[in-house]
């Protein structure tokens, strides 16, 4: 298979690949981080109500 | 405490595996004789298309223990393994999308293998909306559930027809139907261990999130048992 | 098995009682066809040359995929009016009987939607010389709507509840029923261009029909029954 334009910068294609990658998977990754760490408050929060109702 | 310090550990391994893998793919595997350099970009997209038709495979099992079970945890698995198989789907698009422009000359290709992730893509999105549309309970499990079975008894027979219909994509390099490869050895390694890495990361990043949606039921649970 | 053949029947002969009750039911899938058709000559202009049975093909089966669409998605909307669908729900009916009653329904409003869509192309398109309405190409229509038919009781069923269900339905339906127009596009382009017969198309486009429709059915009578089980 002949590469399309030889001669080509494969740079631009190959850092914007991993780059897309790395931004997909690390973003959903810190989405989950943020999202225990606000639900864990909520619980801790609820748990602090649930006493204090006592 | 303990178990957080383990999932921060966790954590740190998944970003040193594929940090390892990907400096293997970039820098170590050797070079490919026609595409050159470019073909790199194979040591993402490769994986993550694997990870992404994978992850229909576990949603068809999770969906099963939900319908036999009936237990929410399940269903909760569903959901957790649908959104993760979309980010690889959309992953598996973007990457195939960039290599495909030096290779073929153009961004987008009605090539069989890109068109099923486009469809698979479709069918995550409406699993998801289907999911968040309807009223928590026993009977949304089940509804995904059912979606989750049809989703992936489909993903074969739309791969078939659309292989059918027209193919662009290079002939499958991993295994030939006579049982040999076609790719260098040097290189199968390396992306086999990309697509290891890939599956591991996908699990870690469903498991994490399976947590986050239990934690979230717990909570409403609690705040109905608080309310007075 | 008589039990169940008896429930069917009365699901199917309650399922025609709403449909003939309600004539707009059937008739605005039916014109909406007639419009799709209309707006398709006026973006296409005369259809002549070598592509002309392919872009009719695809005019067909796009046209009909739409229409069935909007039948299928719709289908259940008197019984739950009505209330009869959360009645069903508690009777000692078989679900399975249920589900080939309303698959069995569906399937003639299905027709009744398909063969006018098909014919109207051939006669709307007449001057072309290619025609649909042949044995061979009317079979392969009619194996495609057994899989569409199946699929879409299925998730009627399943967006019912929904309150997206405008747009989740279409979302749904038309990717898993891809390789349903690829396979009918393909095959009547065969039967058409090719003058390839029925029994090669086994092999290949007809085959993948009939699989669909199969598979389609049996997750039917598997699932369904779950989906309708009262809690």
Not at chain 2, 180 to 205: H, N, Q
Not at chain 3, 62 to 80: G, H, K, N, V, Y
Not at chain 3, 161 to 182: D, E, M, N, R
Request: proline content about 4%.
């Amino acid at each position: 298979m002949s590469p399309y334009g030889e001669g080509l910068n494969p740079i631009p294609y190959i850092s914007a690949a991993f780059g897309i990658a790395a931004l997909m998977l690390g973003g959903y990754g810190a989405w989950i981080v943020v999202q225990r760490k606000r639900l864990k408050a909520i619980k801790i929060a609820s748990q602090y109500r649930k006493e204090t109702r006592r | 405490m303990e178990s957080e310090k383990l999932h921060v550990g966790m954590s740190l391994l998944m970003i040193g595996l594929v940090a390892l893998t990907w400096t293997w793919g970039l820098k170590w595997a050797p070079t490919e004789l026609h595409m050159g350099e470019v073909y790199r970009i194979i040591y993402v997209h490769v994986p993550a298309a694997f990870t992404a038709f994978f992850s229909a495979f576990i949603l068809l099992i999770a969906s099963i223990v939900t319908l036999i079970k009936k237990e929410s945890s399940a269903g909760l698995w569903g959901r957790s393994v649908a959104e993760v198989g979309l980010i690889f789907t959309v992953l598996t698009l973007a990457t195939g999308s960039i290599w495909g422009r030096p290779t073929w000359g153009v961004w987008w290709e009605w090539d069989a293998r890109l068109t099923t992730t486009l469809i698979l893509a479709l069918l995550y999105c409406g699993y998801l909306i289907l999911y968040s549309s309807l009223a928590a309970g026993p009977q949304r499990n089940k509804i995904a559930a059912t979606l989750g079975i049809i989703i992936a008894a489909d993903v074969p027979i739309i791969y078939k027809s659309v292989t059918w219909w027209r193919t662009l994509h290079q002939p499958p390099t991993l295994i030939r139907p006579g049982g040999e490869s076609t790719i260098d050895p040097e290189m199968r390694i390396a992306l086999v261990s990309c697509m290891v890495v890939m599956i591991i990361v996908g699990a870690f990043l469903t498991y994490q999130r399976y947590r986050n949606l239990a934690l979230a039921e717990e909570l409403e649970k609690l705040s109905y048992e608080q309310t007075p | 098995m008589k039990l169940l053949f008896s429930q069917t029947m009365t699901i199917v002969r309650h399922g025609f009682k709403i449909e003939w009750a309600n004539p707009e039911r059937w008739l605005s899938p039916i014109l909406f066809a007639i419009t799709m058709l209309i707006l398709f000559s006026f973006s296409v202009g005369t259809i002549e040359g070598p592509d002309t049975a392919k872009l009719l093909v695809a005019e067909t089966y796009l046209t009909a995929f739409f229409s069935l669409q909007i039948s299928f998605a719709r289908f259940l909307e008197p019984d739950q009016q009505d209330g009869v669908f959360s009645l069903l729900r508690t009777y000692p009916l078989s679900g399975s009987a249920w589900y080939l009653g309303k698959y069995i329904t569906v399937m003639i409003m299905g027709l009744l939607i398909l063969i006018p869509t098909i014919f109207l192309t051939s006669f709307l398109h007449a001057k072309s010389g290619v025609s649909l309405m042949s044995i061979p190409v009317i079979t392969v229509a009619v194996t495609a709507l057994s899989g569409m038919a199946a699929l879409g009781v299925l998730l009627s069923t399943m967006t019912m509840g929904s309150g997206s269900k405008q747009i989740l339905y279409p979302l749904l339906y038309f990717p898993l029923t891809a390789p349903v127009l690829i396979s009918a596009v393909e095959a009547s382009k065969s039967i058409l261009v090719d003058n390839v017969n029925l029994q090669s198309l086994m092999s290949s486009w007809l085959g993948l029909l009939l699989i669909f429709g199969v598979m389609s059915f049996t997750l039917g009578i598997l699932l369904f029954g779950e989906l309708v089980k009262a809690e």
